[in-house]
């Protein structure tokens, strides 16, 4: 569909020309008429199908026509990370070009005194649109900073992740401050419970509109290494043996061990830098900017901020980790091998996770190659799900039969009978 087909106003369709636009995304479709009309929606979509214009188009274009309250905050948009909530500013500042008159202010942790009164400042003028994590908006809210009395526009962007980081309470609170004539709208990349239970606590009556996760690229090569945990920094000294690579990403579960596979690249000489909740926002901008200026080579993340990284030419990506789930899993290598770039994906698998990497396989549709181990990191774990111990009604361990009678079985059960006693 051209963008032309629905009905935004002439500026925002002027700010989409300067943007050499013309035919609309999936989600970008289905979901900008039902905004329009004024409907709540709850989206499915993952990262990079063009969601965030989706809703900034039809707000915008709403904005832009009808009569909505002066000096007062009319649109609210909520962002799991500091990174993601300036993503979503600059492409606001983009899309409102040619819309004179609306403003918007980014609200994120992380900044000294100074970002925060302006912050505040801006908020109390009444601009338009309010861009904010979670915790910075309730701290504003708790200083009397903010007033959402005449909110007619809610988005929570990428829900999934913010309630994943803890945000629930605050998501309700601000809710709760909200005019019942505001509309909602919720865009998560998956849908577990508690995204369904969200959804039926704040949504009235919702669009709903899901796009099925796509598969990853094809031009992507994806590689596992089926390994212990303490065989892990083996192999990635074997992978930065080529002293060529650039430009990658490793994931990590963890912000312990991003810190600990960054001190460790740092051993090997390599130009490394870490991104995690830890960090300040002046911290995170100045890694950032050494990442995609080319000053460190290698950036270890984790996945908390990684769909804040937006850089189209990343080489390779390492997940250190096993994501937990298939959606996860494409989210990430799917920073690699953007536009006309290739791209590797490697995955450590430990086995442990070895459960978890065969269902992401069954998702993908085929068997990822497996790598055989370096030379000198010993033995490799076997690309099985390992069984789980079976014990009888009794408490006594079901043997298998090609165990039965084994010496350490004998003395489990000993052991058992013991305890039990």
């Known amino acids: 569909m051209d963008f032309y ?11 989409i020309d300067d943007m050499g636009w013309t035919t609309c995304t999936p989600i970008q479709e289905k979901c900008i008429p039902e905004i329009l009309d004024g409907r709540d929606l709850l989206g499915i979509a993952q990262t990079g199908t063009g969601k965030t214009a989706a809703y900034l188009l039809p707000i915008l274009s709403l904005l832009d026509e009808e009569d ?7 649109c609210v948009i909520m962002s799991p990370t500091r990174e993601l909530a300036q993503q979503i500013d600059q492409a606001m500042q983009g899309f409102s070009y040619y819309i004179p008159g609306v403003s918007s202010v980014a609200v994120y942790g992380g900044n000294d005194g100074n970002r925060y009164e302006q912050e505040s400042k801006g908020m ?62 919720l865009f998560s990349a998956t849908m577990p419970d508690k995204i369904e239970k969200l959804a039926k606590t704040i949504l009235k009556n919702p669009a709903i509109i ?19 945990e303490n065989q892990k920094m083996g192999v990635l000294r074997t992978i930065f043996k080529d002293k060529q690579l650039k430009r990658i990403i490793i994931f990590s579960s963890s912000k312990v061990k991003v810190k600990e596979i960054n001190r460790a690249l740092h051993t090997l000489h390599i130009k490394s830098g870490e991104m995690h909740s830890d960090l300040t926002q002046v911290e995170r901008d100045e890694t950032m900017y050494q990442f995609k200026s080319g000053q460190i080579d290698v950036l270890v993340a984790t996945d908390i901020v990684a769909r804040g990284i937006d850089i ?19 989210h990430r290598i799917g920073r690699t091998a953007r536009a006309d770039h290739d791209g590797t994906a490697i995955t450590l698998v430990r086995g442990k996770e070895v459960g978890n990497f065969m269902q992401i396989e069954k998702f993908l549709g085929k068997e990822v190659e497996k790598v055989p181990l370096p030379k000198g990191l010993g033995k490799a774990p076997e690309y ?8 009888s009604a009794k408490g006594k361990r ?24």
């Open 124 to 185: 109390k003028m009444g601009c338009d649109i309010v861009i904010a994590t979670p915790g910075r908006l309730i701290s504003h809210i708790t200083m009397g900073n903010v007033d959402l009395g005449k909110v007619s526009f809610f988005v929570l962007d990428e829900a999934d992740r913010m309630l994943d980081m803890g945000f629930s309470e605050d998501i309700m609170s601000i809710a709760k401050l909200l005019p019942d004539t505001c509309q909602t709208i």
């Open 210 to 228: 899901k796009l099925a996760v796509n598969k990853p690229a094809e031009k992507i090569k994806q590689l596992a290494y089926v390994c212990h």
């Open 384 to 391: 099985k799900i390992m069984g789980k111990k079976r014990f």
């Open 5 to 15: 087909d629905l009905d935004l106003s002439d500026n925002t369709l002027d700010a």
């Open 398 to 421: 079901i043997e298998n039969s090609k165990n039965k009678g084994h010496k350490s079985y004998r003395k489990g059960g000993n052991k058992a009978r013991k305890e039990r006693r």
């Open 312 to 330: 189209d030419d990343i080489s390779m990506v390492i997940n250190y980790d096993v994501p937990h789930d298939s959606e996860d899993y494409v």
């Open 68 to 74: 909505f309250p002066e000096d007062a905050i009319n």
